[in-house]
């Protein structure tokens, strides 16, 4: 594995990068570039889009505020990484954010917020979600940052479940047997995690879940876990028997 550069500071864009590629960054970008980061003229700095891998950019001022970025060199191809969609209750707005930002530094392809019956945020900022999405992969140099869906109800997800996924549901009544054991049942292929809200699941809900075929109850063993642990605690676990070392 390369050693990883923590050191450089990385910025996303959304324009499309390759060789040889300039311009002009958005005033915020710019701002944060020569303002925050007191960048100058021919100073250098890592930036990625998400599909074209991580490139080395040189900054060109442009008048009093402004700046170009130029790609220098192409430094991490960009990496796949695993089909790994993560579904979750939307938590409060601190949490929410934690939560997202540590999912996307576990990889994860997709996050999907899902309503259930004790789910305490209805409305999920989904600008919000991507702006942590984008802080996490920029602090962790994380290539792909993941998608974020519209909010879904837990049984609109379920009914129209891809059957080529499967789910591995985090069921806080599941009963205690080791999730590595239950994990390694599984075949490689795309991959699912759902975490329940604060409040957990209905008896209806884990009823619902339990019955599709591609679902998977494990329990994280035998301390209940806050949401926002149960994400991280699930997803290394997932990571470890499925995903890193397949
Ligand atoms: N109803 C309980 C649990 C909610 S924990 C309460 O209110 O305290 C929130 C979610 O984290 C659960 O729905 C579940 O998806 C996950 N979780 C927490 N601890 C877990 C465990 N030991 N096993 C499996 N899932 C767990």
Same mark, same amino acid.
């Given at each position: 594995m390369a050693i990883h550069d923590f050191t450089s500071q990385r910025l996303f864009v959304p324009d499309s990068l390759g060789d040889g590629?300039? +311009? *002009?960054? $958005?005033?915020?970008?710019a701002r944060y570039l020569r303002s925050v980061l007191r960048l100058g003229e021919g100073d250098e700095i890592l930036i990625f889009n998400g599909r074209d891998g991580e490139w080395r950019a040189r900054l060109h001022e442009a008048g009093k505020r402004g700046a170009d970025l130029e790609t220098v060199a192409l430094?991490?191809?960009?990496?796949?990484?695993?089909?790994?969609?993560?579904? +979750?209750?939307?938590?409060?707005?601190?949490?929410?954010?934690y939560m997202v930002q540590k999912a996307t530094e576990m990889g994860v392809s997709r996050l999907v917020p899902v309503v259930t019956r004790h789910t305490v945020a209805e409305r999920v900022n989904a600008e919000r979600m991507a702006a942590n999405a984008i802080e996490a992969?920029?602090?962790?140099?994380?290539?792909?940052?993941? #998608?974020?869906? #519209?909010?879904?109800?837990? &049984?609109?997800?379920?009914?129209?479940?891809?059957? *080529?996924? &499967?789910?591995? +549901?985090?069921?806080?009544? @599941? #009963?205690q047997t080791s999730p590595l054991a239950v994990l390694a049942t599984l075949k490689p292929g795309p991959l699912a995690v759902l975490v329940g809200p604060e409040g957990g699941f209905s008896p209806e809900e884990r009823e619902?879940?339990?019955?599709?075929?591609?679902? $998977?109850?494990? *329990?994280?063993?035998?301390?209940?876990?806050?949401?926002? $642990?149960? @994400?991280?605690? @699930?997803?290394a676990l997932v990571n470890a028997a499925l995903v890193d070392w397949r």
């Open positions: 590629v300039r +311009f *002009s960054c $958005t005033p915020d970008q430094v991490r191809p960009q990496a796949g990484g695993p089909d790994l969609h993560y579904l +979750f209750a939307p938590l409060k707005r601190a949490r929410l954010d992969a920029e602090q962790c140099g994380v290539l792909r940052v993941p #998608e974020v869906a #519209e909010p879904v109800k837990l &049984a609109a997800l379920i009914g129209n479940w891809n059957a *080529s996924r &499967a789910l591995i +549901f985090c069921d806080e009544g @599941a #009963e619902m879940v339990r019955a599709l075929p591609q679902a $998977t109850a494990v *329990s994280l063993g035998p301390r209940i876990m806050r949401a926002d $642990t149960a @994400a991280v605690a @699930a997803l």
